[in-house]
Antibody, heavy 118, light 106 residues
């Protein structure tokens, strides 16, 4: 069974850092594009970052220079290191897989909530 | 940056056909994807490559994409289809989502 499990969310003060994890089972992350997508409370979906099957990384302009996506193939896990967090980063963070960037994000995790507040 | 525009809300009576549009510059030259999200749940892919349905998605869901507009059509809409729907496309190796459409079945 394909499963994605996000962990690492929590309450963090503005300016702080947090690392999110996306642990995969039932498939190999290095064969897929893995994206992080966030959703602020009551708002729509916002793409954040992705790592391709080849290891290339991409970022939304809103997080470029502050967030870093990485992948540990031995743990079958993708990470999102977030720094210089602001209140606008408060959101549910989901990870999702896409086979080739043309098949759509066909499996999503349950999300992990990040709250940036003093 | 590339933008996708959706109507904030669409209403439909049970059993009728609902159409949700997604507009973007030359969107028809790209693939469009559609996701359904119910309250408190993660998004679910319902259409990929503009008109294909993933396994397990009912046949009442269909998609089209031409010119500047992609359309998600739900035929014979059921109460369980009430949800938020998001379109998505790729542009310059980045992912773009539309703002979402709340579908109300009443």
């Amino acid at each position: 069974e394909v499963q994605l499990v996000e962990t690492g969310g929590g309450l963090i003060q503005p300016g702080g850092s947090l690392r999110l994890s996306c642990a995969a089972s039932g498939f190999t992350v290095s064969n897929y594009y893995i994206s992080w997508v966030r959703q602020a409370p009551g708002k729509g979906l916002e793409w954040v970052s992705l790592v391709s099957n080849g290891g290339t990384t991409y970022y939304a302009d809103s997080v470029k220079g502050r967030f870093t996506i990485s992948r540990d193939n031995s743990k079958n896990t993708v990470f999102l290191q977030m720094t210089s967090l602001g209140v606008d980063d408060t959101a549910m963070y989901y990870c999702a897989r896409d086979l080739t960037s043309t098949k759509g994000m066909d499996s999503w995790g349950q999300g992990t909530l990040v709250t940036v507040s003093s | 940056s590339y933008e996708l525009t959706q109507p904030p809300s669409v209403s439909v009576s049970p059993g009728q056909t609902a159409s949700i549009t997604c507009s973007g510059n030359k969107l028809g030259d790209k693939y469009a994807y559609w996701y359904q999200q119910k309250p408190g749940q993660s998004p679910v892919l319902v259409i990929y490559q503009s008109f294909k349905r993933p396994s397990g998605i009912p046949a009442r869901f269909s998609g089209s994409n031409s010119g500047n507009t992609a359309t998600l059509t739900i035929s014979g809409t059921q109460a369980m289809d009430e949800a938020d729907y998001y379109c998505q496309a790729w542009d310059s190796s980045t992912v773009v989502f539309g703002g979402g459409t709340k579908l109300t079945v009443l």
